[in-house]
């Protein structure tokens, strides 16, 4: 194990041991940082080694620019103008393995750093630059994040793209509800993954699986990935996301999952964006024991938008929901586009205390999106042998907007005689 101070670290935060820690890195093994404050540019982990935060020690990313990596330091790598980021990482792991973050200590994005907090509009900060994600670890595997605190991330938090073999647990993310993006967690185009005892705070979505492997130099399906025991929160998005790219996301797993102060629970979405490409293929994933206090429990959807020119014609099927709880204002929507690509969608087990007012528009006096309800507490579109045993809705006030538990639009949905309807069930 090397000491990050004898290779001439100050931990003061004041000067830059970004030298000293990649030369410590380069040496071999794990990196031990004592108690202090670490501030450093990028860095670049080696296989089979590693950060080891002792309680007391911070690494706190470098306010500057010019001290973080190109966009193209790796052909997997991109910066997002649309986005506002530059391409660059504080913490790097490219074809590596076997490496480990670990310990008590703190890794610090300096999100303020990068951000304009006087900007007139009071919902997000101003993006003029700012690094992109704060931890890229990229086709690599063997990967080991434990007892960590990662905060202040200026974009998504923690990124593993194209890995595998990789656990993270007992790591504590905090972020900042103006910042752009913001996520927790993104695990995309990765296999054999396993999150668990996590405590995340973020302002976008919380836990991510996606399909986006174009850049990848072997793409890989995203398979095989277990969440577990975890505490969420989204300050303006989703607690769990599951979509994004051209790929494939499949045999996945959330369960024990507490979420709270959220807009939605559950966000599933074949084809996010407009601009070309298919959509991800979504099956065979299963979430079990939730329990939630949110806005909205479900967004399961072929387009994110019902105006795409080339609606996506990928599928998502064999969905389950079962052990459901907790408390909902907004309408839970299951909706496929013309091509019917929704099937086998199953709930057990449901139980959900609905308030709020029923119909309401898509956006929020404060401009979030995403906030759109319908007259029931489920609504069905287009979508192929959908089951609801178990389901029980609760109505917490008399609103005359909520007029059905179900409202189905060209479907075919199994409601058992195990579940309650009080108000009805509206066939289109």
């Known amino acids: 194990m090397q000491n990050v101070r004898d290779f001439g670290a100050k931990g003061d935060g004041v000067t830059k041991d970004t030298k000293a820690i990649q030369a410590a890195i380069d040496a071999g093994g794990i990196v031990h940082f004592p108690p202090g404050t670490y501030l450093s540019g990028s860095l670049y982990l080696r296989s089979n080694g590693g950060l080891e935060l002792e309680p007391g020690a911070k690494l706190l990313a470098s306010p500057d620019p010019e001290d973080y990596n190109a966009a193209d330091f790796c ?10 980021t530059s391409g660059g990482h504080f913490i790097n792991a490219v074809n590596v393995e076997n490496i480990v973050l670990r310990g008590g200590g703190i890794i610090d994005g300096n999100h303020r750093a990068f951000l304009n907090d006087t900007h007139a509009n009071k919902v997000w ?15 690599s595997k063997d990967i080991w994040i434990q007892g960590l605190k990662l905060q202040n991330s200026p974009y998504w938090t923690c990124f593993l793209y194209g890995c595998e073999f990789a656990t993270i647990s007992d790591v504590h993310i905090h972020g900042d509800d103006k910042v752009p993006n913001q996520d927790g967690i993104d695990i995309d185009s990765c296999r054999f993954v396993a999150v668990n005892n996590c405590v995340i705070n973020s302002a976008d979505d919380c836990l991510t699986l996606r399909g986006d492997n174009k850049r990848l130099s072997t793409p890989k399906t995203c398979e095989n990935v277990t969440f577990s025991n975890c505490v969420l929160r989204s300050g303006y998005a989703n607690a769990l996301r599951i979509g994004v790219g051209d790929g494939d996301i499949k045999n996945c797993s959330f369960n024990n999952i507490v979420i709270t102060d959220t807009r939605t629970a559950v966000c599933i979405v074949s084809k996010y964006s407009p601009k070309g490409g298919r959509g991800v293929a ?23 938008s019902d105006n795409f020119e080339e609606p996506g014609q990928r599928e998502i099927k064999r969905i389950s929901f079962s052990q459901i709880r907790g408390n909902v204002k907004l309408t839970s929507y299951i909706g496929a586009n013309k091509y019917e690509k929704i099937s086998d969608i199953t709930f057990s087990d449901i139980d959900l205390n609905y308030a709020g007012t029923g119909p309401r528009p898509n956006l929020t006096p404060e401009g979030h999106w995403g906030y759109h309800s319908g007259s029931a507490a489920f609504s069905i579109k ?47």
């Open 282 to 304: 979504i099956e065979d994933v299963a979430f079990s024991n939730i329990q939630c206090d949110v806005h909205r429990f479900l967004n399961l959807k072929t387009d994110n």
């Open 382 to 428: 287009n979508a192929k042998r959908i089951t609801f045993d178990k389901t029980r809705v609760h109505w917490l006030n008399d609103e005359p907007g909520w007029t059905h538990e179900f409202e189905v639009e060209n479907s075919d949905v199994d409601i058992n005689i195990n579940c309650n309807i009080e108000k009805g069930i509206l066939r289109k």
């Open 125 to 139: 900060y101003k993006l003029v630059w700012r690094p992109a994600q704060m931890i890229f670890l990229c086709e």
């Open 75 to 84: 052909p997997q790598n991109w910066a997002s103008k649309n986005e506002v």
